[in-house]
Each structure stands twice: as C-alpha cells, then as structure tokens.
C-alpha cells in the first residue's frame, strides 16, 4: 500500500505541476502584493457553520476569481486580477499557537479565499501553514476548486485523519468552466483530486455550490457529475443555489446569455438573507427551491450520495450544517449533522 501512495503521490506531482500553466495561462497574469500581517490571524468567520472555528485567509482576494463569487462585492476586496499574500502567516500562527492555553481542534481555510490558488507563492504559504497546523495535532479543513498539488498530498499523506476536505464542483462540462471558473482546475481533475484524497485516508465532501437553475440543476447534468463523485469516493454533497448580488450579476448574466441560456429574471427571485441575517442575495423562491433539492436528492441517492442542503443559505429550508469544515465534533462520522430539508 505505501508503495502504490508514494507512486500515486509522484505521478500526481509530476502531472498537476505542468497541467496548471497549459490550463490558466501564465500565473503572473495575476498582480500579486507581498503583505506581512499582524495577529491575531486565526479568528472566527461570520458564516454561521464556520463561527466555532478558528478561520485562516493567507490572501486578501483570489486568483481563481470565478465569475459568480461573491467576496467581489467586499469592502476589502483588492480588485480583479489583484491578490495580496500575506507571506508571513505560517509564523504567526506558529506563534500564536505557542501562546494559546488549549490549541484548536481544527482551523478552516479559508472563508474568502481558496488556498490552492494556482499562484506559487500563495501554495507555498498555504502549505507552510498547513503543516505548522499539522504537526502541532490542529486539524485542517478546506474548500477549494483549485489545485491540491502532490506537496501537498506528501503533507496530507502524513495527516489524514486529521484532514477534512470539501471540494466544489458543480459539471463537468468544460463549456460552463471555462466560462464561469478558467482560473480553477478543470472538473475533471478535480474529480482526481477526490479520489487521491479518499485513497490517502482523509475526510472527504463535495460541495454543489452555487447550481445555476436549468443549467446545471437538471438530471442530464447532475446525473454524471454524482455517478463521477461516487466513483472516487464521495458519499455526502453539499447543494445550494446561485444567490445574484449587484457585484456580480451583470457578468454573471452577460455570459449565461453569450452560451444561449435562456436569460435568467433574478428581478423576479426572491431577496433571502443568509441565516442569521449575514448577507443574502437574489435566489429562486424557497417552493422552487424545495422541489429541486427534493429531486436532486433522488438523483443522488441513485448513486449513492447523500445531498444536504447548505443551512446557511437556506436557512428555511434546512436543518444541521453543511458541514463545510467538516463534521461538527471530533471523531465524529462525516455524515452526521449534515443539513438535511425541512419537512
């Protein structure tokens, strides 16, 4: 077995390594502004499933930029094609471990940034933090789109029960990635990333966020994506809509229009806050909603995948959590507490 991970591991470094600038382009297409940052870095988020974990963003912005995203509608947000790194994370949050009288169970990456941005430096730091969490028995979870390399897959290899990853994916039609998430790793090799994750040992989710309304909701769709995600190892999914806010609306329309979908009325969804009232946007009525989760669970029941609604996001429609960093108690299995829909 360890002879087929280490295989396993190199053949994915030497595979991912010279995929990622054939892909994206050049990675210095994105401005990159090198930041040191003062503590305390590891502090709560506002998003109601992450708001009992300490939170790390080791940038400010994010390459990947995904044309639906809603940290572009921030007050801090640096601008497109912009992204600040703070280089010296790993060492504060180094020391601020040393100082704290009982360590973290686990610590999130990241609420508005991916950490596997395909920008070098911005992995580098990713995975200097990452291990210095690691090593002192933190365990680390993540979502990503982007691209978890083999540094990171040795790292993992290490670690992996105490690695809890969610990975989003929405199609695996390459039309709909190059439009809406160039920047991010094509669907397919996510997919891989999955199954070399589950293959390592680590706790592994997806998450189906955010599904574009007969786009990517419908059967034809839904239906080989989850046959895909069972395949590598994927039992639970988390799901939640579109939410239109005026940051991103136009584009987002702009180029559901220049793909011949039929034109989306956000004018005529409803305006929902996220629970608790943190943020919110135009979405699909709750009854629409509803019926859609209903038969998206079908289908993935078919597959053996079990589809919890984002509580956040859907704050009238489902109970628990989305388990967006996993599940709720140390130990505890990956499939309780997830969201499931109000009856």
């Not at 992996?160 to 790793?185: K, N, P, Y």
């Not at 199954?195 to 998450?207: D, E, I, P, Y």
């Not at 609604?309 to 967006?324: D, F, H, V």
Request: glycine share 8%; charged share 20%; hydrophobic share 40%.
């Amino acid at each position: 077995m360890l002879g087929f991970l280490k295989a396993l591991r190199r053949a994915w470094s030497l595979w991912v390594v010279p995929t990622v600038p054939s892909v994206l382009g050049r990675a210095d297409m994105v401005e990159l502004i090198r930041k040191q940052r003062r503590p305390p870095i590891l502090t709560p988020s506002a998003i109601p499933c992450l708001r009992s974990l300490p939170t790390v963003n080791v940038t400010q912005g994010c390459a990947l930029g995904c044309t639906y995203c809603y940290t572009q509608g921030y007050p801090d947000y640096p601008g497109p094609d912009r992204v600040v790194l703070y280089e010296n994370t790993a060492d504060v949050v180094r020391g601020e471990l040393e100082r704290k009288r009982k360590m973290p169970a686990r610590v999130y990456f990241s609420p508005s940034s991916d950490a596997f941005q395909h920008v070098p430096e911005v992995q580098a730091v990713s995975l200097q933090t990452m291990a210095t969490l690691l090593e002192a028995g933190v365990e680390v979870s993540f979502l990503t789109k982007g691209f978890v390399s083999g540094r990171f897959l040795d790292l993992f290899a290490e670690y992996a029960d105490r690695v809890h990853a969610q990975i989003g994916v929405t199609s695996l039609c390459e039309t709909l990635w190059r439009t809406f998430e160039l920047r991010t790793a094509p669907p397919a090799l996510r997919i891989e990333t999955i199954h070399a994750l589950v293959r390592l040992g680590c706790h592994v989710t997806a998450r189906l966020d955010p599904l574009i309304p007969d786009v990517t909701d419908t059967a034809r769709s839904l239906a080989p994506l989850l046959e895909a995600l069972s395949e590598a190892g994927v039992r639970f999914a988390s799901v939640s809509y579109l939410f239109l806010r005026p940051a991103v609306a136009r584009r987002v329309l702009e180029q559901l229009e220049g793909l011949g979908v039929p034109t989306l009325r956000p004018d005529e969804w409803e305006y929902q806050r996220f629970s608790e009232g943190r943020g919110g946007g135009r979405c699909i009525g709750v009854a629409s909603r509803r019926e859609r989760f209903e038969r998206i669970a079908a289908i993935g029941a078919g597959h053996g995948v079990t589809i919890s609604p984002c509580r956040c996001k859907n704050p009238t429609l489902a109970t628990g959590t989305c388990q967006i960093a996993g599940s709720d108690r140390l130990g505890q299995d990956e499939s309780a507490g997830q969201g499931l829909l109000r009856l």
